[in-house]
């Protein structure tokens, strides 16, 4: 119970940096061995393997992101029960998020399974690299029900402010995957293949780690009538959750255009693209820890009815997020390419061409960052409002913006054209964001500081 924490008393800017904090360190440790993969990858099995796993990232990312947009919008509802401390309701909520979550996890395995390669064919990817991406996608796709437990054991950990047990679950799995890794690809030399299951083995220990300390608190403990499936709950929780994951899916499809752009540069502006990518986590980890802060505070808070501590923990996390987003800019411009040559091996000329590319694109995203961290805000404490409707015209907007420059672009300025679409998409979304914000802001003070979307029978 000492970890279970309530964000509704206390300094706003306090209970965000504390709840972000582990979050923080918990997804540095994912993107580390992220990081990890992908640098024993390219330095063990060359460009080729490098630009192979690029090859397949978006489309991985989409069904990750499917995944992630459904438990957090599940989480979204246990933290508003959590907030109102309805600890019945908060039971039933997470048993039929459960649910609704395995059933998920079977569509997205069988589909992911079935469309792996059809999908590849469409990006165009390369010839020479097919076949690994190939094996690649398919073997990360058996990790899907891997994914969602994990996701919707850490979404109610969050939810009831606990945020240092999923870092310690990433923290344990990020060691055991780059070890996994060392054995895999140098040592057992799997290849593309060994990359991939040892991401998947790591992701289920992250997730049985999770299961068992939830099973530990008191007043997640389940009765019979706790365990009742209730249509109207479902229909809330997918109301939820569905936006959020039609969302992730948009912003993915977005970026699968740009891959498919991409794809015809060649194999060495791929790999340098791909390179960039894998400290894409790096740039926005901070952002996506303050992004999880928002939703659990924000849902908390309205719970209790607190609107006025919501719009001080959204200016107190703005604050917070700018200036971590300029010293993490500062950071990347100034080291980005000697990180950047943990990815790269090969040939001397080839290893230049390719770091060139991915630098220049680095120094493009970096000093965008606070764009992208007003996204992540603001996004996060709407969501958090119980509206994931207007977060999902967000991503529209986003993948809108990204295959128009993705597609423009590289026509008028050359291939390079193409690193201002991430961008683009940043802007496009932050437009929709700032107006809906200040919409939801509005719709509660109205309303009292309640949200009748939240109630079901």
């Excluded at 060649?266 to 820890?289: D, H, P, Q, R, W």
């Excluded at 808070?301 to 997020?321: C, D, K, P």
Aim: hydrophobic share 55%; charged share 10%.
């Amino acid at each position: 119970m000492a970890s279970v924490r309530s964000m509704t008393d206390g300094s706003p800017g306090k209970l965000i940096i504390s709840f972000a904090l582990p979050l923080m360190i918990g997804n540095l440790f994912q993107q580390f061995y992220t990081i990890a993969d992908a640098a024993i990858v390219g330095q063990v099995l060359g460009v080729s393997a490098i630009a192979a796993v690029g090859a397949a990232e978006w489309i991985i990312w989409m069904v990750q992101g499917i995944i992630q947009g459904f438990t957090q919008g599940f989480s979204i509802q246990m933290a508003h029960e959590f907030g109102a401390r309805d600890y019945k309701r908060l039971r039933n909520v997470i048993v039929n998020s459960a649910f609704l979550a395995a059933v998920s996890a079977f569509v997205l395995l069988v589909a992911g399974q079935a469309l792996a390669r059809w999908l590849l064919g469409v990006l165009n990817t390369p010839d020479a690299v097919f076949a690994e991406a190939s094996l690649y996608i398919r073997t990360m796709f058996w990790g899907i029900p891997v994914v969602m437990a994990y996701n919707l054991f850490a979404g109610v950990l969050r939810s009831l402010g606990d945020g240092k047990t999923p870092l310690y679950a990433m923290v344990f799995a990020s060691i055991l995957n780059v070890v996994l890794d060392l054995l895999f690809v140098p040592v057992l030399h799997m290849g593309v293949f060994g990359a991939a299951a040892a991401t998947v083995i790591a992701q289920l220990c992250s997730g049985v780690f999770c299961f068992f300390k939830i099973i530990r608190i008191e007043m997640l403990k389940l009765s019979r009538e706790d365990c009742n499936l209730s249509g109207a709950l479902q229909l809330r929780l997918l109301n939820l959750g569905m936006p959020m994951a039609f969302q992730n899916a948009v912003i993915s499809v977005g970026g699968m255009i740009v891959q498919f752009v991409i794809n015809g540069f060649g194999v060495e502006f791929i790999a340098g693209f791909t390179a960039t990518n894998k400290l894409y986590g790096m740039l926005e980890v901070a952002a996506t820890s303050y992004g999880f802060a928002m939703t659990t505070y924000t849902g908390q808070n309205l719970g209790a009815g607190e609107t006025q501590r919501v719009r001080a923990g959204y200016r107190s996390a703005m604050a917070i997020a700018m200036a971590t987003s300029l010293v993490i800019a500062a950071v990347m411009v100034l080291g980005g390419k000697a990180i950047l040559l943990c990815f790269i091996s090969g040939e001397a000329k080839t290893v230049e061409t390719t770091l060139a590319i991915a630098y220049r694109y680095l120094f493009i995203m970096s000093i965008c960052l606070p764009v992208l961290y007003y996204l992540h805000v603001t996004r996060s404490c709407i969501q958090g409002m119980g509206n994931t409707v207007l977060p999902m015209l967000s991503g529209l907007a986003e993948f809108c913006m990204r295959t128009a420059a993705a597609l423009l672009l590289p026509r008028l300025m050359g291939q390079q054209g193409i690193f201002y679409a991430e961008i683009a998409a940043w802007l496009g979304a932050d437009l929709v964001l700032g107006v809906s914000y200040y919409y939801c802001v509005r719709r509660l003070k109205n309303q009292g500081g309640k949200d009748e979307n939240y109630q079901f029978d």
